[in-house]
């Protein structure tokens, strides 16, 4: 896959790659107000790959100067000494400069259907918007008609925009991409005199793939501090409310944030309460109804209104009779049935991957080299890893053909010999073959026996037919060469469908073939998504979980390809990287 679609990433506190992603991505666009030829595309692709990186930039400068910036892809001394000055300072002269002139969000009003840069600058300048909320109030008063290059049917498309954006993107955020800026909220949170508790709820709970909001929780006696200092975060772009127990506000990343605060005493009931989902919760008041009970954000309460549960979410579980439900299975998919009859899975841990069936080098589109990328995967406590560059075909990712793949096993022997001796990790030899229109694949079989993984996957011609598209996969999977479907369905959250296929048969041929279904980590592929993992394990199919790592930063993907696979049900044994290396190869075609 493409490593320019790994986005917006990662904030701790101040300034961090997050932040300085936003900030270039801006200046991209001021640069584009400006008339500009190239700097737009320069700005515009740092901040795509910086925002991409897990390793803070002021790490990278720390350890090695503006040298060690400068030799990230994409990224000359112009932009490199502008990194500079905001990892010292917080700060950058050029970008305030920019943004004293035209002091919008840019960031939303930019992603704005309908809306470019030149507008964006005109409506400021003419009707002095600053936000999306005051250009819609501008739509709705009919004010933005009467402006040059603007008319009735101009304001009827951003309108539909503002509403898509609302829909969709300003909607739903990815969660690997946003998570760290939670967790580094969550931090800060705790860390407060006037916080007793806190904890993130909602689908970022759950480990939903995209989530609408944040949804935060605190215990405090002083709820008026916490607010305070949740409102004035400096990742807040404004303020929608402010509230004793609840504000609710949105960040310069465009997604909007809930904190309520609650009493101690309530603390587990409202964490059970909004940590959702709605449905699962319906199911659970049902049950407590059932006993007599009253079940709210505040406790649980008996007949004579006296809170029984409230202050652990375990607590509250426990009087209703149930074991305690992980928040990833809360999803009203008989979860609480099988509670109630002892059948919950043993749900594959966050702990328990040995392996690694994908990864790239920057032999073809990955920013690492191979003994790059594989102290990074020993670090993150990987024992085994396969190199699976992509092949020929993939022109964008400089696909390996069959020469520079025999160089490249010699490369991967080499490195082997070494790490093997220090007694870690060991590296599989292996490719990403590419499965082409008619389900032949791009390298002769005398070629794929040479390697100990082949994962085969799709990467073209993603609208045939049904029946084309899974005759195409299943003579992939035929081959006896193939030991993995690489992203299986090729679906792009928020992007592209999955491939129309007939998914029941993919699964008769996996098992009948011994053909293991991947689960990709990358954020915005998980795929196989939960409902299909949880379909191949009912037909006792195997699946891997990988990261799809083009980058040393990548591997903590894997965590949420482990929650995709856990809202899935799978346990450990469902999971064949799970396995030790010997026992993992056996398991193989
Ligand atoms: P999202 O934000 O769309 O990704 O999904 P959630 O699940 O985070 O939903 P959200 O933020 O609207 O609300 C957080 C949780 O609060 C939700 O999962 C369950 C609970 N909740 C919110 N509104 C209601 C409601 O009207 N009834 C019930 N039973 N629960 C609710
Ligand atoms: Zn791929
Ligand atoms: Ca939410
Ligand atoms: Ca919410």
Redesign the pocket.
Known sequence: MNRRSYRGKCIKLNLKNFEIARVLHEIAIYEEMKGEMFKPRAYEKAALYIGSLAEDVGTIYKKGGIKALMQLPGIGRNIAEKLVELIQTDGLAYYEQLKREIPVDLTTLSSIEGMGPKKVKLLYEKLGITNIEELEKAIREKRVRALRGFGESSEQKILKGIEFFKKSHGG?FILGFILNTFEDILQRLKKLDSVKNAKL????R?M?E????A?FLASSDKPQKVMDFFTSMPEVAYIHTKGRTKSTVRLKSGINC?LRIVPEESFGAALQ??????QH??LL?TIALHKGYKLNEYGLYDKRNRQIAGKTEESIYSKLGLPFITPELREDKGEIEAARYGRLPKLIGYDDLKGDLQIHTNWTDGNYTIIEMTEAASKAGLEYIAITDHSRTLEIAHGLNERKLKQQEKEIKRVNNTTKQNGRITILTGVEVNILKDGSLDLENNVLMEFDIVGAAVHSHFSLSKEEQTKRLVSAMYNPNVDILFHPTCRVIQKRHPLDIDFDKILDVSKETNTILEVDSSPERLDLQDEYIQRAIENKCKIVIDSDAHDKSHFHFLKFGISQARRGWAEKKDVVNTLPLEKFLKSLK
């Not at 709820?201 to 970022?204: D, E, I, K, V, Y």
């Open positions: 739903r709820a909602g689908s970022a759950r939903k995209s989530i609408g909001d949804d809930d309460y909004f940590t959702g989902s709605k919760n319906v008041r």
